[in-house]
T-cell receptor, first 111, second 115 residues
Framework: GQNIDQPTEMTATEGAIVQINCTYQ??????LFWYQQHAGEAPTFLSY????GLEEKGRFSSFLSRSKGYSYLLLKELQMKDSASYLC????????????FGTGTQLKVEL | EAEVAQSPRYKITEKSQAVAFWCDPI?????LYWYRQILGQGPELLVQ????????DSQLPKDRFSAERLKGVDSTLKIQPAELGDSAMYLC?????????????FGEGSRLTVL
């Protein structure tokens, strides 16, 4: 089975940097996704890590350590529009998109 | 920009009634998923289709839920009879990838409230 843990809530200040952690214990693992979900809207893809290391995409970066079962999403230069839920999800062995999601981290960006 | 279409956006029904949700994936996407998201939680997979075939429905409560994708394009998810605990957002997603891993594209969802 899959067990995914992420903090329930986080608060940060506009312009700052925030790191959202995700740990997972799985019976098998292929890769890790991060999705952003604004209230009442559909999740949208942010990043996908399959190899260890940091993937940078604009203000967002995602890190994966397969040996530690650990990932984080780093958001720089926070903007008010970044207030959303951030979902960590793992894909099963052999690949495929049958994702198992964490409960999400609700990020609130304040002035 | 191509999108996953879902309807209805909102549905309010009484328990024991039947409800149905429709999804039209992005054109050319072979794989279609139905997820259920209870408020404050992450999405949970209900069923996965590859073209018109069910790949995985192990988490679908088959006593009351059914899903079909007859022509391998659009899909319908049905609940009969609805129960109070079915109140949730029902998300449809599609992906181009047949094998391996690719990005999931989600629709706006259908929010169900069972009274």
């Amino acid at each position: 089975g899959q067990n995914i843990d992420q903090p329930t809530e986080m608060t940060a200040t506009e312009g700052a940097i925030v790191q959202i952690n995700c740990t997972y214990q799985t019976s098998g693992f292929n890769g890790l996704f991060w999705y952003q979900q604004h209230a009442g809207e559909a999740p949208t893809f942010l990043s996908y890590n399959v190899l260890d290391g940091l993937e940078e995409k604009g203000r967002f970066s995602s890190f994966l350590s397969r040996s530690k079962g650990y990932s984080y999403l780093l958001l720089k230069e926070l903007q008010m529009k970044d207030s959303a839920s951030y979902l960590c999800a793992v894909s099963p062995p052999g690949g495929g998109n049958k994702l198992t999601f964490g409960t999400g981290t609700q990020l609130k960006v304040e002035l | 920009e191509a999108e996953v279409a879902q309807s209805p956006r909102y549905k309010i029904t009484e328990k024991s009634q039947a409800v149905a949700f429709w999804c039209d994936p992005i054109s050319g996407h072979a794989t279609l998923y139905w997820y259920r998201q209870i408020l404050g939680q992450g999405p949970e997979l209900l069923v996965q289709f590859q073209d018109e075939s069910v790949v995985d429905d192990s988490q679908l409560p088959k006593d009351r839920f059914s899903a079909e994708r007859l022509k391998g394009v659009d899909s319908t998810l049905k609940i009969q009879p609805a129960e109070l605990g079915d109140s949730a957002m029902y998300l449809c997603a599609s992906s181009l990838a047949r094998l391996g891993t690719g990005e999931l594209f989600f629709g706006e969802g259908s929010r169900l409230t069972v009274l």
